[in-house]
């Protein structure tokens, strides 16, 4: 039922103000991302490794993706379940059920619609996650999607040049003298 509410819901949307209510809702901030490994590896270098693993499954099982798509998306990661058995996808959602619990709390903290998205993801895996708690937990977090936090990720620090920039001086940098040549001239 509720999924219904939701579809009903989004068809009598105006495309555009959908689509701006979705950037609203997924594209500020990270804790709100559905590029998946964003919430378990963020910016590490463990992510990029996860990325190319994540791939070879897909091609291993017949799924080709554009050069412009990440496959820790979870539209294409749901895209790419819609083609498995059964058993397999819903191992594939328990596997992720603790990303979709966090964001289904998430959604529901900010009122999104999506959450019941989510929370159906969370059924489809195993219904273990706690809700209750994952809201509480959501309840306590700082928002990262505001214009000031969003500002403050992109804040660039102030330059200071002269004596009062931190841990410089106005002494002309160090330089080596140029090594002569030590090879020998032919007439």
């Known amino acids: 039922q509720q999924l219904r509410s ?9 495309a555009l103000d959908a689509q701006a209510a979705w950037l609203a809702s997924f594209d500020r901030g990270r804790s709100m991302s559905l590029l998946l490994f964003e919430h378990i590896h963020g910016e590490s270098r463990d992510r990029g490794q996860a990325m190319v693993d994540l791939v070879e499954t897909y091609r291993r099982n017949g799924f080709e993706l554009d050069a412009r798509e990440l496959p ?6 749901l ?3 819609a083609h498995r058995p059964g058993s397999d996808a819903r191992e594939w959602l328990h596997h992720i059920g603790h990303i979709a619990g966090m964001l289904a ?4 903290e900010r009122e999104l619609p999506h959450r019941v998205l989510f929370e159906i993801l969370v059924e489809a895996g195993d219904g273990k996650a706690d809700l209750q708690a ?5 309840s306590e977090e700082v928002r990262d999607d505001t214009a000031e936090a969003m500002d403050r990720l992109w804040e660039e620090e102030a330059v ?19 090594r002569p040549s030590h090879r020998e001239v032919q007439p």
């Open 79 to 81: 895209e790419f379940l």
């Open 134 to 138: 994952l809201r509480q937990r959501a």
């Open 72 to 77: 820790d998306y979870l539209p294409l990661l």
């Open 6 to 14: 939701f579809v009903q819901q989004l068809l009598a949307t105006d």
């Open 160 to 178: 200071r040049f002269g004596a009062e920039a931190p841990a410089e001086d106005c002494k002309p940098p160090v330089r080596s003298p140029a």
């Open 105 to 108: 709390a998430r959604a529901a």
